[in-house]
């Protein structure tokens, strides 16, 4: 029971299902107070949640500030596995990005 709980929690909670639920609940609701009050929320966190500035904003609050090469520590060894790794253009350049499979990177 509470594999499934956790599973569709966790589909609940996604920002397309609540602009969907606004949505539709916009629909089905007849007084007209509220049909414009739960399409304008459902508008509105569409905007919200598909806007990139503002998510970058959200995850540069999260992130530690970034730190120059010759600062940071050293380590004798790094596990790197391939295809993690790629080059970012608008970023420095003494490090490595990791993108997709970054979960992948473990420390020796």
Not at 9 to 21: D, H, K, R
Request: charged letters at 15%; one cysteine or more.
């Amino acid at each position: 029971m509470f594999f499934v709980l956790s599973k569709l929690l966790s589909f609940m909670i996604q920002p397309l299902f609540i602009v969907a639920v606004l949505l539709i609940t916009s629909l089905i609701v007849r007084k007209p107070k509220f049909k414009k009050a739960f399409l304008i929320a459902g508008i509105s966190c569409l905007l919200f949640f598909s806007n990139d500035f503002i998510a970058n904003e959200v995850i540069a609050w999260w992130e530690l500030p970034t730190q120059a090469y010759n600062e940071m520590r050293t380590y004798e060894a790094a596990v790197l596995l391939t295809g993690v790794a790629q080059h970012k253009n608008n970023g420095p350049k003494d490090r490595v990005y990791l993108y997709v499979g970054a979960d992948r990177v473990n420390p020796v």
